[in-house]
């Protein structure tokens, strides 16, 4: 910066043309800081903590613009900062909220305090949305393992039904005999309507 101021005034030959440059370069100088902090007070306002962001992110994204506000000369209190911070979170996090608004008084509050206690609750919702994942995740493995279960289940009583073992009846059974010749022995043949044995039904 030194270096640039340096440059400008390098070729004055009188302490007021010197001066007159450096009022005309630090004016413009604010000028251009104006309009900066413009451009930063809207980003300020807008932000907006996103619901897949993590506390950590968010406050690092609101102190970064702060900072450079103050850069470029305006300074905003803790307690204004957080109030910001709060406003703009999450559903999630309305419980909370609603509990530090009512409990807390920001003039006595730290914002690490803050961060430390919104990361705590942050942990608690992710832990609980892995808890529920993870029984969502073994509910559909069940469903799926009783509907193979049904699947085979089915599939094997349409198999046995197309090829399983029928129980002949006597008539069946004695026809069949009938083709296999005289010498076939009867005495094994039930009939098929006084369901004893040694004849067929026929006879």
Known sequence: MYNKVFEKIGDSDRSKEA??????????????KKIRLQSLRRKYELLQMKKEEKIEDYFSSVLAITNQMKICGETLSDKSVMEKILRNLPS?????????EKTKDLNEVKIEELQGALEAHEMKITGRKEEKDEEQELLARFKQEEFKKEFWKKKKGKNYQKHGDKPESSKSRGESSKNQGKNFDKKKVQCFNCEKYGHYASE
């Open 19 to 32: 001066w007159d440059t450096l009022v005309k370069y630090f004016s413009r100088d604010d000028k251009v």
């Open 92 to 100: 999630q996090f309305d419980q909370l909220v609603i509990t530090i």
